[in-house]
Structure formats: structure tokens, C-alpha cells
């Protein structure tokens, strides 16, 4: 009798993980959706990548120069599209839980889009998320067993906070993408440097901090928007990526550990930790 028992038991676990994948992987799931516009925007294809020069530094500050070249991307070719791989952990409020998460995502140049894909564990449950970012505005859903919506967010204040992170992944992931003539800089002091970049009528300022080596080791931003649990806008805080433990990923030098660090006045605190894994640049059309 025990036997059979477990045997039912064992079967209808079977049976619920079977249906779990499906919904998590299946036409109809933030994965798919993942995949269907990553493949179409990779479809676009790209033009031949022509090599940064020297010269295409000039019009920067001395700080934003040398960060470009230390990372090595003068004599490499123009970026126009990356996909990046990372693991980490995420927590949605100071004294929350951290979450484990694996993440990927595809940034698009040359037509601004960036599409980030994750999942994790919450109490054994398995949870998915999707931001996209495309055609100038911004969505993010994050569901939990594949199946019930916990949060969503779209509208202006999410494509604004959107676009921060789009050049935020410049800075971090794609330094040559910093040429853009479109960016307009400031040199505050021989170690920070201000930016402003726009894109689909939203401008973002934001201000990056070197280090002697040249590195990139903070940039911080006061125009973005922190939301709740099930993604309701609450307000807009100053939001910091300190970045780390550079190392090279092919031929380009990056930092491999950063946080994602809400200023709030109750208290500063970090709501993401990840670690970059793997950095491609101007992926083919599958």
C-alpha cells in the first residue's frame, strides 16, 4: 500500500513539473516571448562593423577616454548588438529575502532596445521575469510558477526608469557604444563625468565615477523610478550601479561583479547583486 502510494505521489509530481515546464517554456511564456523578439530584432541583422579608431574618442572627456581604452575597445569593431549572461540575487525591499537568479539578455544599438529574461526561486517556487525594452517603450512582468502575474509595470515612469538602464548597460557592458556623437557629456573633475542620453523623447541624465586605472566604478542616476512588489510606481529615487573585479571577456576588459542600489532615505541598501558570466558582441541572426 505504501508503495503504490508513493508511486501516485511520485506520478503526480511528475505530472505537475511537466505541466510547470510547459508553462514556463511553452508558446505562451515570458521565455517565448523572450525569444520571439530577441529573434526578430536579430533578424534586422546589422551593418559590417566598422573598428573604432583613436580619433572616434576625441570629442569625450579625458575620464570617458580613458575608460574606453582601457578597456580595450579602440581597434575592435563597432558594437551594435550584445547579449549578456548572469547570475546574482534579487530582493524586492531592504529586509526582504534574496532571491538566486540566472539571467540573460540581448541590447540592441543602432534601433535602442534591450530585452532581460530571468528566473529564479522563492520558497521553492520557481519565478520568471521580462523586461522589454523596444520601439521606445518599456514593459516588465514577472510571474511566479509560470502562471500568476505578481507584478507588471509599463507606462512613462517605467520606460523613463527603462532608458536609465539601457545606458546603464552601455557604460557597463558595451564601453565602444560610448562614441555615440548623440550623448552629451560633462567633465565634472579629473574622476567624474556627467552624461545625458536620450532616445525615443525620454532624456536621462546620469554621472560616472573612474578610478586611476581608468575603470568605471560607479554611475549614479536621480531619474529613475523604484516600484512596489506588483510593480506599481512608487517614487522616483536615486538609483547607483557600483561595479568591480574587472576582467577580460575576449578581447575587452569589464567589471564581472556590480549591485543595483536604491538611495532611499530611510537608508541606502542594495536590491541586486549579479555577476557577469559571459559577454558577446554583434551576435548573428540565429
Given amino acids: 500500500m505504501a508503495l503504490t502510494l508513493a508511486i501516485v505521489l511520485a506520478g503526480a509530481a511528475l505530472f505537475i513539473w511537466v505541466i510547470l515546464q510547459r508553462l514556463a517554456y511553452g508558446p505562451g511564456s515570458l521565455r517565448a516571448a523572450y525569444e520571439r523578439d530577441v529573434g526578430q530584432a536579430l533578424a534586422r541583422g546589422a551593418p559590417a562593423a566598422a573598428l573604432v579608431a583613436d580619433a572616434d574618442l576625441a570629442h569625450l572627456p579625458a575620464p570617458v577616454q580613458r575608460y574606453l581604452r582601457a578597456a580595450g575597445v579602440v581597434g575592435r569593431p563597432r558594437v551594435h548588438n550584445f547579449r549578456v549572461r548572469m547570475r546574482g540575487r534579487i530582493r524586492n525591499g531592504a529586509d526582504a529575502p534574496w532571491i538566486p537568479l540566472t539571467a540573460e539578455q540581448y541590447n540592441f544599438v543602432d534601433e535602442p532596445a534591450r530585452f532581460f529574461y530571468l528566473k529564479g526561486s522563492m520558497k521553492m517556487i520557481p519565478v520568471h521575469g521580462y523586461h522589454q525594452y523596444a520601439g521606445g517603450s518599456a514593459t516588465m512582468t514577472i510571474k511566479a510558477a509560470a502562471l500568476f502575474r505578481v507584478a507588471e509595470a509599463?507606462?512613462?515612469?517605467?520606460?523613463?526608469?527603462?532608458?536609465?538602464?539601457?545606458?546603464?548597460?552601455?557604460?557597463?557592458?558595451?564601453?565602444?557604444?560610448?562614441?555615440?556623437?548623440?550623448?552629451?557629456?560633462?567633465?565634472?573633475?579629473?574622476?567624474?563625468t556627467r552624461a545625458l542620453f536620450t532616445n525615443a523623447g525620454y532624456t536621462i541624465s546620469a554621472d560616472l565615477s573612474f578610478n586611476d586605472a581608468g575603470e568605471l566604478t560607479d554611475f549614479v542616476s536621480e531619474d529613475r523610478?523604484?516600484?512596489?512588489?506588483?510593480?506599481?510606481?512608487?517614487?522616483?529615487?536615486?538609483?547607483?550601479?557600483?561595479?568591480?573585479?574587472?576582467?577580460?571577456?575576449?578581447?575587452?576588459?569589464?567589471?564581472?561583479?556590480?549591485?543595483?542600489?536604491?538611495?532611499?532615505?530611510?537608508?541606502?541598501?542594495?536590491?541586486?547583486?549579479l555577476t557577469i558570466d559571459d559577454v558577446q558582441y554583434n551576435v548573428a541572426p540565429r
Wanted: aromatic letters at 10%; glycine letters at 8%; a negative charge.
Fill in 225 to 273: 523610478y523604484q516600484t512596489q512588489p506588483d510593480g506599481k510606481i512608487m517614487r522616483r529615487l536615486r538609483w547607483s550601479t557600483p561595479v568591480g573585479h574587472y576582467r577580460s571577456f575576449g578581447a575587452v576588459r569589464l567589471p564581472s561583479e556590480g549591485q543595483g542600489r536604491w538611495h532611499d532615505p530611510e537608508g541606502e541598501y542594495a536590491y541586486i547583486e
Fill in 154 to 192: 509599463a507606462g512613462r515612469e517605467t520606460t523613463q526608469s527603462e532608458t536609465v538602464t539601457l545606458f546603464n548597460d552601455m557604460c557597463v557592458m558595451a564601453p565602444a557604444t560610448l562614441i555615440d556623437p548623440a550623448i552629451k557629456w560633462d567633465a565634472l573633475d579629473a574622476r567624474t
